[in-house]
């Protein structure tokens, strides 16, 4: 079952869709930030948190849910 959106990723403009696609290519950023950028930009494309997740290589949708609403 998935996770109720209580707080639902906002509208991205362009600069932010930008630089968050540059972190997460990038090879020199903390695997953590390539990660949550990878996540947010999934989210932003429509994707579900568990997806998500996994596109970033992790586990836990809920740790991806946290992140949205801190976004």
């Known amino acids: 079952m998935s996770r109720v959106r209580k707080a639902p990723l906002r509208e ?8 968050l696609s540059q972190i997460a290519r990038s090879r020199s950023e903390p695997a953590v ?7 947010l930009l999934e989210v ?19 740790a991806v849910a946290h992140l949205v609403s801190r976004f």
């Open 12 to 19: 991205l403009t362009q600069e932010e869709r930008d630089v």
């Open 44 to 62: 932003a494309s429509g994707k579900s948190y568990g997806a998500a997740a996994r596109a970033a290589g992790r586990k836990s949708n809920d």
């Open 33 to 39: 930030h390539v990660a949550r950028a990878k996540s």
